[in-house]
């Protein structure tokens, strides 16, 4: 059996095995950056008083980790589920979000033209 154009261009553009997938990268990853933090956080403090790093410090770099690590953790699975989603043949391009490349560069050149040319033109009104 074959697909025409016609049955690929109703099909879903949503690949659920790359979206499980990437899913499943971002919580790895976010346990192995986790467990990296520990370790540095844990290599940083002493129990010894003044020596090392203080507790505010440390709690604020691991704050700073926390969060710098969940976004790594969530670019790597997003860019992973994209890669691995399936390829777009006949799907529909205009999903009512961003839309073609066509509507976007004509908004790019409408603000540019909104902010941009009142400060280089030479007919400002003044003179």
Request: charged share 15%.
């Amino acid at each position: 059996m074959e697909n025409s154009a016609s049955d690929e261009a109703y099909s879903s553009g949503v690949s659920w095995a790359a979206v499980i997938a990437g899913a499943f990268v971002a919580a790895a990853l976010s346990l192995i950056l986790l467990a990296l933090g520990a370790g540095f956080g844990l290599s940083a403090i002493s129990p010894w008083s003044n020596i090392g790093a203080s507790a505010s410090t440390v709690g604020k770099a691991g704050i700073v980790w926390l969060i710098v690590a969940q976004i790594i953790a969530s670019a790597m699975g997003g860019y992973l589920a994209g890669r691995l989603r399936t390829k777009w043949a006949n799907v529909h391009t205009d999903d009512g979000c961003i839309g073609s490349d066509r509507r976007a560069e004509l908004r790019r050149q409408q603000l540019s033209r909104r902010y941009l040319v009142p400060f280089g033109s030479s007919k400002s009104g003044r003179e």
